[in-house]
Structure formats: structure tokens, C-alpha cells
């Protein structure tokens, strides 16, 4: 079952950015985040706003060649995974994913490794182009049966 929660055009990254941070007051630990979209559509500068609202400091980049980062305080762990060299839950596993502790889980190019998400409720984020500073998001609630 999917619902919508949010479908917005963000106008610029700092709207984009903030659209991240009222959207992870919805999330609680052991949350997963699944997020698409292509090159330069700004999942990162949303992914930076999700992770402010839990840890004000973090300096957040895409881990694109380590595959995880993750960014921490005495309340909250987040996990950034970016999946874009991945092909399947296996690969995802042999990241050392399966190590993480309780945490929210955000995924870049989670259409990757989407057998992941199989018997998982998440929410899923799409971002797309629509100019150089706009941006279309949409942010969706997925439940699956467990």
C-alpha cells in the first residue's frame, strides 16, 4: 500500500534542504529512507537536511566510493548508504550493512537494490529535474505485508 505524504517543486537547495528537515520530524529509529533520482537532482542536499534535524554539526557527503557513511550523536544514528554501485541486497550485505545498530537508514539510488525493501515498510523520496533550480519531490509511505 502507498500513500503520498508530500509532492512539492523545491525552487531552490537551500528549499530543498529544508524540505528534508520537516520531512525527518516524521522518522523514528529503525526508519528506512529509500531515495531516487538522477545525477544532480539533489538527493544529498535533501539527504544534509534529514540528517540536520537529528545532528546539528554532521558535514554530509554522498559516499559513493565507501558506500556508507554514517553520522552520530548521543541520541541518534543515522546511516547513509548510496547503493549506486550496488545491484542487490546481497551486494548491500556485503558492505557491512548488516553491522549497522538500531538507526535511520537513508539509501541513494535505492532503486538498486530494491529486493531490499520487499518486506519492508519505508518511505520512498523520487526527485526530478525540472530546471536548473527546481526540483519536483515526492515523498511516499510504503507499507508491505510482513
Not at 540536520?52 to 559516499?63: G, K, L, M, Q, R
Not at 544514528?77 to 558492505?95: G, Q
Not at 553491522?99 to 523520496?125: P, Q, V
Request: a negative charge; one cysteine or more.
Amino acid at each position: 500500500m502507498e500513500y503520498k505524504l508530500i509532492d512539492v517543486v523545491s525552487n531552490s537547495s537551500s528549499e530543498t534542504k529544508k524540505i528534508g528537515f520537516n520531512f525527518a520530524q516524521l522518522l523514528n529509529k529503525n526508519d528506512y529512507v529509500a531515495i531516487n533520482g538522477d545525477l544532480g537532482s539533489g538527493k544529498t542536499v535533501l539527504l544534509s537536511g534529514i540528517v540536520d534535524y537529528f545532528i546539528t554539526d554532521a558535514i554530509v557527503t554522498s559516499p559513493t566510493y565507501s558506500i556508507l557513511n554514517y553520522y552520530s550523536n548521543d541520541k541518534n544514528t543515522i546511516y547513509h548508504i548510496d547503493a549506486y554501485r550496488l545491484s542487490s541486497y546481497e551486494d548491500l550485505l556485503s558492505c557491512g550493512v548488516s553491522d549497522c545498530d538500531e538507526g535511520i537508514f537513508l539509501i541513494e539510488w535505492a532503486e538498486n537494490i530494491s529486493d531490499f525493501f520487499l518486506k519492508k515498510n519505508y518511505y520512498e523520496i523520487d526527485l526530478s529535474y525540472v530546471s536548473k533550480n527546481k526540483r519536483k519531490i515526492v515523498i511516499k509511505k510504503i507499507k508491505n505485508e510482513q
